[in-house]
């Protein structure tokens, strides 16, 4: 997560919640960038062997539905997703 920040020029403000499931994390921060306001981000991981894999919300999250329930695609677990996927 910190390589990843860096890189975008952005800085963690704190550390806000950690919910895990199995092989999954999904991670709540408060963020700012560089001239930026502090605004909360999720971020998901995966593991695979010892490590933490940073996953894109737009393919573990799955196709969006009609009717916001969970797709058929996602790859994140069904009760990591409305907290991780349902952003406003």
Request: with cysteine; net charge negative; charged share 20%.
């Amino acid at each position: 997560m910190e390589a990843f920040l860096h890189e975008s020029a952005t800085h963690l403000d704190s550390f806000d919640q950690l919910q895990c499931s199995g092989e999954w994390a999904a991670v709540q921060a408060t963020v700012t960038e560089d001239a930026g306001e502090p605004s909360k981000q999720i971020f998901i991981f995966a593991r695979s062997g010892a490590d933490w894999i940073l996953k894109a919300p737009e393919i573990v999250c799955g196709s969006p539905t009609p009717d916001g329930s969970y797709p058929k695609d996602a790859q994140i677990p069904q009760d990591l997703w409305a907290q991780s996927c349902l952003i406003p």
